[in-house]
């Protein structure tokens, strides 16, 4: 399921798996959340330094499954500093061809989210 990180600070991140079931490749294009300004990012590791970055766009291929996760892509909750652990945050995922989508995503400690 979605979970969201308690944040220790004004922003925090939602990380959940998004599952095509149809043998259509889609495209996650836009997210909005009930609590914060939301935006797609991508983590990734370049000569042992991570970045982060914002996307645009994800592509889903039909039958795929895309993981948000630590590390790699995730949604960034800007300005949540009040949220805490045992809250829920309403996510809406927009779809080019699925449309749009909610899921509810708990919030808990950031350690019970590492693998």
Known sequence: GAVVAEPAGPVTAAYFEIENTSET?????????????????RSFSQAGTMHMEP???VDVGGGEVVVFQPGGLHIMLLDVADLK?????????????????????????????LP
């Open 85 to 113: 652990a045992g809250d829920t945050v309403n996510i809406i995922l927009e779809f080019e061809g699925a449309g749009l989508v909610e899921i509810e995503a708990p919030v808990r400690p950031y350690s019970e989210l």
């Open 55 to 57: 996307m645009t766009s």
């Open 25 to 41: 490749g889609d495209r996650l294009i836009g997210v909005s959340a009930d609590v914060a300004d939301a935006e797609i990012h």
